[in-house]
């Protein structure tokens, strides 16, 4: 992995509200971490620090949010081609947490167009879960539901695109 340095900042109950992330408010949805890419920064829930595989599967798919910006436009094409060919299988489940909540909202949704914003996060979000759940070294994890073929299939592809490292 290559690039401009990214920065870690460990912030007590982290929260989004309203499309802000918050910091010991105590109001909105509990979050693990987000990534500001402009900023090259990483805000990361402490509590975090003391589940050592959610920090590894968090921290590697906040970073892979760095790579997917610099990926082109071909590969960002080549990757949603990959799960609409894992759609028209029928296949279930994904590869984490954010993923799984954006495949479900893309599929309550089945008449947005691939150009909607909502597709695109959902390719977004799944290219960095599946990074994570290769590079991380989890094995198993309850938010791990594709089943293995197609889960392979994306390891496949990232390990050839991800060959002469990524860029970040
Ligand atoms: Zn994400």
Redesign the pocket.
């Known amino acids: 992995m290559f690039g401009n340095p990214i920065y870690f900042d460990l912030r007590r109950s982290l929260t989004a509200h309203r499309g802000k992330l918050l910091f010991g408010a105590g109001t909105g949805t509990p979050v693990h971490a987000a990534?500001f890419i402009r900023q090259r920064t990483v805000v990361l829930e402490t509590g975090l620090l003391s589940e050592a595989e959610r920090l590894r599967l968090v921290l590697i798919?906040?970073v892979f949010?760095f790579v997917w910006v610099r990926l082109n436009n071909c590969q960002r094409r080549d990757f949603a081609d990959l799960l609409i060919d894992e759609m028209r299988g029928r296949a279930r489940g994904e590869m984490g947490e954010?993923s799984g909540l954006k495949k479900q909202l893309v599929q309550d949704r089945a008449s947005l167009g691939l150009s909607s914003r909502l597709w695109r996060d959902y390719v977004?979000?799944s290219f960095?879960?599946s990074a994570a759940a290769l590079y991380s070294g989890v094995a198993a994890n309850e938010h791990f539901t594709l089943a293995e073929r197609w889960a392979k299939r994306r390891y496949q592809w990232l390990l050839r695109i991800g060959e002469q490292g990524w860029k970040c």
């Open positions: 990534a798919h906040e949010h954010s977004c979000e960095c879960d």
